[in-house]
């Protein structure tokens, strides 16, 4: 089955900066890969996604690009704010409802 | 609208005792997941469902599990007998056969002691 790795596990960094997580996976039949921001003591929230036809996808400060050769995915956060701290995952699927889900990265924006 | 929502969302129960989680799906939804989170095995689906009929039950870790969907508004996600390894956050999500995203709700903590 599909193996999503997810890189780093932590990563702290100061209001303002930028912030990048990186995934890679496995199966080259995956086709989309979305992003979910969870917060303590709630459920994930999806925050962006991206199909596979594409290479980069914008929301105003988060971006997600897809390398299909390299089977990597990473999520680019800028101008980071104390909101963005977090868990994120990102996950990947065939298209058949089924997510494959990266292991988190805790993120700690500190002001 | 309401998103998705479940109940309880803490429990705390012994060993051996019979555990009973809820979901009620976005309306509309015809796809519903339940999920486990923990420390070491990350996210993994436990099962889901589609238009009330399980799908995919791969991931359910064991016959102490059992999971039903009497009806397009509501599942339930039991076991019985729990353990102390079921200790867990149990999530479960719903999304409609259009779109690939999932809609979580806010979780139910188990712990069982």
């Known amino acids: ?111 | 609208d309401a998103g998705v929502i479940q109940s309880p969302r803490h429990e705390v129960t012994e060993m051996g005792q019979e555990v009973t989680l809820r979901c009620k799906p976005i309306s509309g939804h015809d796809y519903l997941f339940w999920y486990r989170q923990t420390m070491m095995r990350g996210l993994e689906l436990l099962i889901y469902f589609n238009n009330n009929v399980p799908i995919d039950d791969s991931g359910m870790p064991e016959d102490r599990f059992s999971a039903k969907m009497p009806n397009a508004s509501f599942s339930t996600l039991k076991i019985q007998p729990s353990e102390p390894r079921d200790s867990a956050v149990y999530f479960c999500a719903s999304k409609t056969g259009m779109k690939e995203t999932q809609y979580f709700g806010p979780g139910t903590r188990l712990l069982v002691l």
Do not use: M
């Open chain 1, 1 to 111: 089955g599909e193996n999503v790795e997810q890189h780093p596990s932590t990563l702290s960094v100061q209001e303002g900066d930028s912030a990048v997580i990186k995934c890679t996976y496995s199966d080259s039949a995956s086709n989309y890969f979305p992003w979910y921001k969870q917060e303590l003591g709630k459920g994930p929230q999806l925050i962006i996604d991206i199909r596979s036809n594409v290479g980069e996808k914008k929301d105003q400060r988060i971006a997600v690009t897809l390398n299909k050769t390299a089977k990597h995915f990473s999520l680019h956060i800028t101008e980071t704010q104390p909101e963005d701290s977090a868990v994120y995952f990102c996950a990947a699927s065939t298209g058949l409802n089924k997510f494959y889900f990266g292991s988190g990265t805790k993120l700690n924006v500190k002001p």
